[in-house]
């Protein structure tokens, strides 16, 4: 996982990407692989770093990144 060593998040944004990054695992079809939980993770932390706080928003942008990754 890259550095987030710097980030801070309060506790109600925390909710939000444990929401996020539960609900896009959730769509991922079975068996999940750890990289995919990660870069799910990478990516709901980075977008929710910039300022995004809508669950579906921080769910729906982390699933296209990933999807996008895995076509390289």
Do not use: C, W
Request: proline residues 4%; aromatic residues 2%; charged residues 20%.
């Amino acid at each position: 996982m890259k550095n987030f060593a710097n980030a801070e998040f309060s506790p109600e944004v925390i909710d939000l990407m444990t929401i996020a990054l539960e609900a896009a695992v959730a769509t991922l079809p079975e068996p999940v692989h750890s990289s995919h939980v990660n870069a799910l993770a990478e990516s709901i932390l980075r977008t929710a770093g910039a300022g995004e706080r809508d669950i579906l928003n921080l769910q729906r942008i982390a699933l296209m990144e990933l999807q996008l990754a895995t076509r390289n």
